[in-house]
């Protein structure tokens, strides 16, 4: 594997500058997996954009999505910052290990873990009584487009920091044999 350093503001692109500062402002720091993204001269405004993006979730339903895609992709960057938002956005550390086992003990986000878990293991395809249970809670078909548009955007940065490996700066989280035990 190759060896990723996190690039810093004056090796990235002026565009990129300009957001980095932003982030510095709104952030306190500029994300390591943000920052390696502007190794494109044109992928984090791009990215930013897509993530960015009004979506029919809630901000509680896009960390359901987050963290169980990234539980499933194994990825330690990605689980340390959506457990810091999570609980940002109002979950217990309790709800967050039961997204992250695959559970809600709230009935609507339980159909969406369950729906975005599978979205996530079987490449979109999708077993009947899962995609009923999630309809079933109130989902609609404008809510499905926008859960899977929330897996790829988070696939999209487990694969980056599986890759390059950057280190996270964000409280570090065990992984979940160990936190459940």
């Known amino acids: 594997m190759s060896t990723f350093t996190v690039p810093t503001k004056d090796q990235v692109s002026e565009n990129h500058q300009a957001i980095f500062d932003n982030l510095q402002k709104a952030l306190g720091?500029?994300?390591?997996?943000?920052a390696t993204i502007a190794y494109s001269n044109n992928g984090l405004s791009k990215f930013l954009a897509y993530q960015n993006a009004k979506t029919s979730l809630n901000n509680k339903e896009k960390e359901v999505v987050n963290l169980i895609v990234s539980e499933v992709n194994g990825c330690s960057y990605c689980l340390a910052a959506h457990t810091t938002i999570g609980k940002m956005n109002g979950f217990s550390k309790e709800e967050i290990l039961n997204i992250r086992?695959?559970?809600?003990?709230?009935?609507?986000?339980?159909a969406l873990v369950k729906f975005a878990k599978a979205v996530t293991l079987h490449k979109g395809?999708?077993?009947e009584a899962t995609l009923n249970a999630f309809y079933a809670a109130g989902y609609s078909n404008g809510?499905?487009?926008?859960?899977?548009?929330?897996?790829?955007?988070?696939?999209a940065m487990n694969y980056l920091h599986n890759l390059t490996q950057v280190p996270v700066d964000f409280p570090a989280v065990p992984a979940l044999e160990e936190a459940l035990f």
């Open 101 to 110: 086992s695959g559970n809600s003990s709230n009935p609507k986000f339980d």
């Open 143 to 155: 809510n499905l487009v926008d859960v899977i548009l929330q897996v790829s955007d988070k696939t």
């Open 125 to 127: 395809h999708m077993d």
């Open 29 to 34: 720091f500029v994300p390591n997996l943000y």
